[in-house]
């Protein structure tokens, strides 16, 4: 997969994905990261980007044609390139969102700056907009960095354990269970004994529950939509008549 950023401020981004996971992809060649200057696609002496908003107002807006310019530059005719502007009125991000993503071959990302991007470059640049929540950033670019680090552990390869991405919280609709790691109790607070029994079994079943009374505790939202077997959803009809994890462990 290839991923092409846009953006006013690369050195926002050049840092952060040459780390971790993003940078060991990119030197494997599992995924091709690069990182462009706005600046570099702007016409004239000054290279300006951005423009006073029509009708007045505060701030400065992105302007069309170096973005159109970009994205030109980066997509030759007829390729199969996704344009994404990052910015607050497009569709909300999610781990189906980056899933799909993950499937496309090139994703062109556009970092959206002061008081706004041109409207038109939603209508004739962008395929669509993505936001990442419903808080006001300074810039796309973190909103860049979400996406691309949300999509690129998706791909074959980058993470060490293939099976990984099917168990991270939001893969089946439900938070993660809980996990735990050495020492055995930590300001008087142990490990739960079903961890430290050995039986794989009894372990699944308490790493399944757990995910499920997490998502009923913090996330209860997300019970709507999730794929519940017939057993999480006995569970969950427990715990909205008041019944918790214990009352369905053995």
Do not use: N
């Amino acid at each position: 997969m290839r991923i092409d950023i846009v953006t006013l401020f690369p050195g926002m981004l050049e840092a952060p994905l040459a780390g971790s996971i993003m940078g060991r992809a990119r030197v494997r060649g599992l995924v091709d990261i690069r990182v462009h200057d706005l600046r570099a696609h702007a016409a004239g002496r000054h290279r300006v980007t951005d423009e006073p908003p029509f009708g007045g107002g505060g701030g400065m807006i992105l302007k069309p044609e170096p973005l159109a310019a970009a994205v030109e530059a980066l997509k030759p005719e007829g390729a199969d390139a996704r344009v994404i502007l990052l910015g607050p009125a497009g569709r909300r991000f999610s781990q189906d969102v980056a899933r799909e993503l993950a499937r496309r071959s090139h994703l062109i990302l556009l970092c959206g700056r002061y008081e706004g991007v041109d409207e038109r470059v939603s209508g004739t640049v962008a395929h669509e907009e993505l936001s990442i929540g419903d808080y006001v950033l300074t810039g796309g670019e973190p909103a860049a960095l979400v996406v691309t680090d949300a999509v690129t552990r998706l791909l074959p390869g980058v993470l060490g354990d293939g099976e990984a991405p099917a168990r991270d919280s939001f893969a089946r609709g439900l938070l993660e269970h809980p996990q735990y790691t050495r020492p055995e109790v930590f300001r008087g607070v142990s490990v739960p004994a079903v961890l430290r029994s050995g039986d794989h079994a009894r372990i699944a079943r308490w790493r399944q529950l757990m995910s499920l009374w997490r998502t009923w505790e913090r996330r209860p939202d997300l019970l709507e939509t999730a794929d519940l077997t017939p057993e999480e959803q006995k569970w969950t009809d427990g715990f909205r008549q008041g019944r918790t994890p214990a009352d369905f462990l053995d």
